[in-house]
T-cell receptor, first 114, second 112 residues
Framework: SQQGEEDPQALSIQEGENATMNCSYKTSINNLQWYRQNSGRGLVHLILIRSNEREKHSGRLRVTLDTSKKSSSLLITASRAADTASYFCATESTGSGNTGKLIFGQGTTLQVKP | EAQVTQNPRYLITVTGKKLTVTCSQNMNHEYMSWYRQDPGLGLRQIYYSMNVEVTDKGDVPEGYKVSRKEKRNFPLILESPSPNQTSLYFC???????????FGPGTRLLVL
């Protein structure tokens, strides 16, 4: 079952603006990961945040995690046309044992206009 | 370069004709898995493997088989493909004690 719900489903912004995407989940998690997918191609790992972390940065990316609300957000600052892609959150639940199973959200499609 | 590779990248086949999608990783990862991605359903795990000769079902294993004879390879086998297996397939790997999963480039399969 897909426990990740992402919001918005689609986002269109101008180059240079910030983009914020949200993800909600249902179960207790070990970690939450964000991936990028360009137009039906491969998944590129962006950033991982553990359940005991609240915020993490990587370059122009900032991820927050609120385990009490079971939600996360991904902020891309100073967006570029090359950031145009679909973004997915994926959770590894505490109940997954050693299966390593990731449960993916439906994704947010980001369009950055030049 | 550390990577997960899949072959073929694109495949068109007919119902009932057995096919294999190969997956290989060069990172010496213990854990490997297969996902399929479908519009409106997102990515769902098909099978996973914790190590050589250790495999188990994911959420949607029906119609698929896997094997893990070597650490680096984890082929996905469709013994008798059906049109509902038309999808985009991803292989992923992860180190035994790690958290980050690395995905292959995907295999787009069309079953007529």
């Amino acid at each position: 079952s897909q426990q990740g719900e992402e919001d918005p489903q689609a986002l269109s912004i101008q180059e240079g603006e910030n983009a914020t995407m949200n993800c909600s989940y249902k179960t207790s998690i070990n970690n939450l990961q964000w991936y990028r997918q360009n137009s039906g191609r491969g998944l590129v790992h962006l950033i991982l945040i553990r359940s005991n972390e609240r915020e993490k940065h990587s370059g122009r990316l900032r991820v927050t995690l609120d385990t009490s609300k079971k939600s996360s957000s991904l902020l891309i600052t100073a967006s570029r046309a090359a950031d145009t892609a679909s973004y997915f959150c994926a959770t590894e639940s505490t109940g997954s044992g050693n299966t390593g199973k990731l449960i993916f959200g439906q994704g947010t499609t980001l369009q950055v206009k030049p | 370069e550390a990577q997960v590779t899949q072959n073929p990248r694109y495949l068109i086949t007919v119902t009932g004709k057995k096919l294999t999608v190969t997956c290989s990783q060069n990172m010496n990862h213990e854990y490997m898995s297969w996902y399929r991605q479908d519009p409106g359903l997102g990515l769902r795990q098909i099978y996973y493997s914790m190590n050589v000769e250790v495999t188990d079902k994911g959420d949607v294993p029906e119609g698929y088989k896997v094997s893990r004879k070597e650490k680096r390879n984890f082929p996905l086998i469709l013994e008798s493909p059906s049109p509902n297996q038309t999808s985009l397939y991803f292989c992923a790997s992860r180190a035994g004690g790690g958290e980050t999963q690395y995905f292959g480039p995907g295999t787009r399969l069309l079953v007529l």
